[in-house]
């Protein structure tokens, strides 16, 4: 990845970016979903539940290849802890997540 500087007080915003550089194919369909409390990637033809373990292990990635600036203004590694991974995954969440059913998604099947 390129210089990507992220910021640990915006999970939000870092969510967002994770999901645009690591979840969005050609074309601007986002493949990843939270829906019925599950995780679910798009296939190609179907969303289908997907690898929790995979998706943490991809956030661990994304936010160990980033920089942030530090307190003392410094730009530096991010240094990613498991709550950092936490949130992000929250923020994930709560950009592309239906809390109960999945009826806007449409193409999900279990």
């Not at 980033?66 to 990613?80: E, F, M």
Request: charged share 25%.
């Amino acid at each position: 990845m390129d210089d990507m500087i992220l910021s640990k007080e915006h999970p939000y915003d870092s969510a967002l970016e994770f999901v645009a550089r690591l979840w969005t194919a050609p074309g601007g369909r986002v493949t990843l979903r939270y829906c019925g409390r599950r995780w679910h990637q798009w296939d190609g033809v179907k969303y289908r539940p997907g690898d929790t373990a995979m998706l943490k292990a991809a956030a661990w990635q994304f936010l160990h290849a980033a920089r942030r600036y530090h307190r003392n203004g410094t730009l530096g590694p991010y240094n990613p802890r498991s709550a950092d991974v936490s949130e992000l995954l929250a923020a994930v969440q709560g950009i592309q997540g239906v809390a109960d059913g999945c009826g806007r998604l449409g193409d999900v099947t279990s």
